[in-house]
Structure formats: structure tokens, C-alpha cells
């Protein structure tokens, strides 16, 4: 059965102070018993913080709060890569997960699906679970060329892999033009592309692989429409933003499962 995910990209938001304060009151209120336990929780802070983050993951009485993942990683190993990060370096920190392809990474960093499968096979050899996004342009959107957008990231991107690497990875829908636009994918919608999603790996993989993918919706989710939009079928979780950035709204957005 696949895996109910809330995951908080951070993006770069939080200096030191506010970071500790928001973790220390986010483990305060997981620790109380605010989450329920079908749900995997997983807080990708700014690189500088993950350590912090880390430490802040696990109760007093060592019990796990949340997963700790980066928000990139270099699609090279080590060497003479100036203020790039390694899978291996997050992988001796005990980083779990990492994020890929976010629409920001492809827009400012010019980041192609070739680069975005370079990344996914460093995080798979060193045990990191990728969480690959992927999703259209308003222009793609209104021109109806959404699906053969997502097809295309998700085959260039993921579609090289051998089946036994691909179930290690997390798919992340995030339409480009809901993201930080305070513009919301309805629940109609965002259920269309995750089944259209899963269809494209059922394809690949077979029924058992896409039945047991996590998919997971981005894009302006909080906590007044993560319960709405988390009941579709094919929704299994988010990957939020902003409101991953306030303690009370992300635990809300975690107990929206039904």
C-alpha cells in the first residue's frame, strides 16, 4: 500500500533563529501526538540547516517526528564543483529524501530532464529517496498541452530506470502556475494528472508499480484545501510551500487525510 507523504519545502525562507524556533515547535506538536501515524512527514529545510533539522527529528526517547530532506542536489559527484552539494555528502548526514526538477530549479537554474535523471541516479546509489517534480506553464495549460508536458518530464526524467530504482522514487505534481500564485489546482484537476501520472508508469512499470507510487500535490496547498484536495484518489500527500513555513498550518495540512 503506498505511502500518505506531507513533505515542506522551505525554499530559501528562515534565517538560523527563526529556523530553530520552527522546528522546535514543529517537533513540539508531532511529539504531542498532532500527526497521525499513516502519515510520513518530511521537513526539507536550506542547506545550512539540515544538521539542526536532524537533530530536531527525533524525541527526547529517540522516536522518529520526521524525515529530513535537502531541496537539491548536484548532479555530479565529488570534485571542483563550487557551492554544489553531493548525494554522498547528504547521505553521510543521514538526509533521507531530496527534491528534484522543482519548477524554480528548471526556470532560473535552466535545469533540463537530462540533468533532473543525472540527480535522481547520485540520490538512488546513496540510498536518498528522490521526490522528482514535475508540472506544466499556464501557456501549456491553456493550450492544452499539459499532458504531453508531463509525459515528457516524467519519461526523460524517471523512465531510464531499472523497476527495482523506481519504486524508491516519489513523484511530485506541482502545475507551475499554481505555485506560490496563490492559484489552486481544483480537486477535479489535480486528480486528472495524478491518474494520468500513475496511467504513463502503469505503462512502464506494470499495475503493481504505479498502484504502489506515492503521488503528491504542489502548488498553493494549506491548510484550508490539503483535506479536499488530499481525498482524491490518486493524491496520496503534498509538497508544500508556504504554508509549510508555520507550524500550526503544516500540522493541520498532515492530519487532512481522511
Given amino acids: 500500500m503506498r505511502k500518505k507523504i506531507v513533505a515542506g519545502n522551505w525554499k530559501m525562507?528562515?534565517?538560523?533563529?527563526?529556523?530553530?524556533?520552527?522546528?522546535?515547535?514543529?517537533?513540539?506538536?508531532?511529539?504531542?501526538?498532532?500527526?497521525?501515524?499513516?502519515?510520513?512527514?518530511?521537513?526539507?529545510?536550506?542547506?545550512?540547516?539540515?544538521?539542526?533539522?536532524?537533530?530536531?527529528?527525533?524525541?527526547?526517547?529517540?522516536?522518529?517526528?520526521?524525515?529530513?530532506?535537502?531541496?537539491?542536489?548536484?548532479?555530479?559527484?565529488?570534485?571542483?564543483?563550487?557551492?554544489?552539494?553531493?548525494?554522498?555528502?547528504?547521505?553521510?548526514?543521514?538526509?533521507?529524501?531530496?527534491?528534484?526538477?522543482?519548477?524554480?530549479?528548471?526556470?532560473?537554474?535552466?535545469?533540463?530532464?537530462?540533468?533532473?535523471?543525472?540527480?535522481?541516479?547520485?540520490?538512488?546509489?546513496?540510498?536518498?529517496?528522490?521526490?522528482?517534480?514535475?508540472?506544466?506553464?499556464?501557456?501549456?495549460?491553456?493550450?492544452?498541452?499539459?499532458?504531453?508536458?508531463?509525459?515528457?518530464?516524467?519519461?526523460?526524467?524517471?523512465?531510464?530506470?531499472?523497476?527495482?530504482?523506481f519504486v524508491k522514487v516519489i513523484i511530485a505534481y506541482e502545475p507551475v502556475w499554481a505555485i506560490g500564485t496563490g492559484k489552486t489546482a481544483t480537486p477535479d484537476q489535480a486528480q486528472e494528472v495524478h491518474a494520468f501520472i500513475r496511467g504513463l508508469v502503469e505503462e512502464k512499470y506494470g499495475k503493481e508499480v504505479a498502484r504502489n507510487l506515492s503521488i503528491l500535490y504542489g502548488g498553493s496547498c494549506n491548510a484550508k484545501n490539503a483535506a479536499e484536495l488530499f481525498a482524491q484518489n490518486d493524491v496520496d500527500g503534498g509538497l508544500i510551500g508556504g504554508a509549510a513555513l508555520k507550524a500550526e498550518d503544516f500540522v493541520t495540512i498532515i492530519n487532512s487525510f481522511k
Avoid: W
Avoid at 527563526?18 to 513540539?28: I, K
Avoid at 546513496?126 to 515528457?152: Q, Y
Fill in 13 to 165: 525562507n528562515k534565517n538560523f533563529q527563526d529556523a530553530e524556533e520552527l522546528l522546535d515547535e514543529l517537533s513540539e506538536q508531532i511529539e504531542k501526538g498532532q500527526k497521525s501515524s499513516k502519515v510520513e512527514v518530511i521537513v526539507c529545510p536550506p542547506s545550512l540547516y539540515t544538521e539542526m533539522a536532524l537533530d530536531l527529528s527525533h524525541s527526547e526517547d529517540e522516536e522518529r517526528l520526521f524525515g529530513v530532506g535537502a531541496q537539491d542536489v548536484s548532479a555530479n559527484g565529488q570534485g571542483a564543483y563550487t557551492g554544489e552539494i553531493s548525494a554522498d555528502m547528504l547521505s553521510s548526514m543521514g538526509v533521507e529524501y531530496c527534491i528534484v526538477g522543482h519548477s524554480e530549479r528548471r526556470k532560473y537554474f535552466k535545469e533540463t530532464d537530462e540533468q533532473v535523471a543525472a540527480k535522481v541516479d547520485k540520490l538512488l546509489a546513496e540510498g536518498i529517496t528522490p521526490i522528482v517534480c514535475v508540472g506544466e506553464l499556464l501557456e501549456d495549460r491553456e493550450a492544452g498541452r499539459h499532458f504531453d508536458v508531463i509525459r515528457t518530464q516524467v519519461e526523460k526524467g524517471l523512465f531510464g530506470l531499472k523497476q527495482l530504482d
